[in-house]
């Protein structure tokens, strides 16, 4: 059976009502990035950045997967798929992919703010007091700028595999997750899916590129469609 990879960003999920961090209106208008994902903001105003979290939380409530989370799903019936998420959403879950690699955390999820590996399922708001059975303060699992991509050499080693790969809703901008697309056999078809597609140095290393500029729900359907008759796309 031959492998897919799929590499999603925020465009992705920004038909489902979640906002981006590209756009003018996005999700971090009235924040300053590192006051509310570094670890600098993190010691400045813990506060701050739980409630941050717990309202992005929030929203999870509010929304649904969209066609192209769905989309996706209907691939593993021809063939081995993977999706290599930078989301810190569920929808892919939710969609019902079966492997997903969550490269940047998740919401659902906390930690421990002194041992990474303490991870817990997490639901409702985080607030301070809440703490591990080790009594260290409990924080969002969600890798912030300058911290270390636990998950980074995984997605690595999928992408490696890799017959296809399909691109979506991403500046390709945002390192080191724009780069896993250099770890691709040189013979792996490569799909890029953006309304607005920015063209990285990995990207153009490519031979194999077919670039769809257009949202992800209509983007999407026309890629599966074409793999599921087995046709590239023309």
């Not at 817990?120 to 985080?126: G, L, P, S, V």
């Not at 303060?137 to 911290?147: A, D, H, K, M, Y």
Request: proline share 4%; with cysteine; hydrophobic share 40%.
């Amino acid at each position: 059976m031959q492998k897919i990879v799929v590499l999603t960003g925020a465009g992705i999920s920004a038909e489902s009502g979640i906002k981006t961090f590209r756009d003018a209106d996005g999700l971090w208008e009235n924040h300053d990035v590192m006051e509310v994902a570094s670890l600098e903001g993190w010691r400045k105003n813990p506060a701050l950045v739980l409630e941050f979290y717990n309202q992005r939380r929030r929203q999870l409530a509010e929304v649904q997967p969209n066609a192209a989370h769905h989309a996706l799903v209907e691939l593993e019936s021809d063939y081995e798929v993977s999706i290599v998420t930078q989301n810190v959403d569920d929808l892919h879950d939710r969609a019902g992919s079966s492997h997903i690699i969550h490269l940047h955390g998740e919401l659902r999820k906390v930690r421990s703010s002194k041992d990474p590996s303490l991870i817990y399922y997490w639901e409702k708001d985080i607030i301070l007091g809440d703490t591990c059975e080790l009594g260290s303060q409990l924080r969002p699992n969600i890798v912030w700028f300058g911290e270390e991509v636990p998950l980074l050499m995984d997605a690595a080693a999928e992408v490696s595999k890799a017959d296809y790969i399909i691109i979506v809703g991403t500046s390709m901008q945002v390192y080191p997750a724009a780069g896993l697309v250099a770890f691709a056999p040189p013979q792996a078809r490569v799909y890029y899916v953006d309304p607005r597609p920015a063209i990285n140095y990995e990207l153009r290393q490519s031979a194999n590129l077919e670039v769809i500029a257009e949202k992800a729900t209509t983007g999407v359907r026309k890629v599966v469609d074409q793999l599921l008759l087995h046709l590239d796309i023309s």
